[in-house]
């Protein structure tokens, strides 16, 4: 792969992020609304980030922080079903998104580190 622009993962991730984006632009919770769009944005911020670096082991060090930031924003995404700032439908699709882009990330990660060894 040549660029983390062709992975997948970070395609998915970075969708997840602008959906989320768009979805909160009218939530008036400032501080749970900052959170919410700062944890989807670090999933793909990190896989790129991570990429860039040029070992596979510190791309799979980078690849448990995107998977640690997918299971923040899960959370969080609970809450906001909960509370009413996504309905049921909204939170699930992301919710159903996110754990599918955390397997991508593990399988990936998985394979950064068969190779390093």
Known sequence: MDAFENLEVW??????AINIYHSLQDCRDYGLKDQVIRSAVSISSNIAEGFERNSNRQFA???QIAKGSCGELRSQLYICRQIGIFTENQANRFLTEAAEISKMIYGLSKHCRTKES
């Open 11 to 16: 395609k998915r991730s970075s969708i997840l």
């Open 61 to 63: 060090q980078y690849l």
